[in-house]
């Protein structure tokens, strides 16, 4: 079982900042792929960005320029940093790792901006 405790959430104003960590328990498998979700009131769950085992990485084209994942292999975490905030960012925001095939979630972390 993996476990992912996020951090960084929190409340904004708009054009704004904020940094989302992520880690993992698990240290001597790396994830198929690890990425970030994110599900607004009456909305359904929407991918953020996600990266592979490449370091390939993808965005939705709604934070693309705005948003940067990284990671750190020693320290099993990942990072989202979200620059230039608006109104639209605001959500739940859930780590997600996927482990030999295995998927695994976050318990979240809000994110508001305000206007």
């Known amino acids: 079982q993996v476990q992912l405790v996020e951090s960084g959430g929190g409340s904004v104003q708009a054009g704004g900042s904020l940094r989302l960590s992520c880690a993992a328990s698990e240290s001597t498998i790396r994830p198929i792929v690890v990425g970030w979700y994110r599900q607004a009131p009456g909305k359904q769950r929407e991918l953020v960005a996600v990266?592979?085992?490449?370091?390939?990485?993808h965005y939705v084209d709604s934070v693309k320029g705005r948003f940067t994942m990284s990671r750190d292999n020693a320290k099993n975490t990942v990072y989202l940093q979200m620059d230039s905030l608006n109104s639209e960012d605001t959500a739940v925001y859930y780590c997600?790792?996927?482990?030999?095939?295995?998927?695994?979630w976050g318990q979240g972390t809000q994110v508001t901006v305000s206007s």
């Open positions: 990266i592979n085992r490449s370091s390939t990485m």
């Open positions: 997600y790792s996927n482990y030999l095939g295995v998927e695994y």
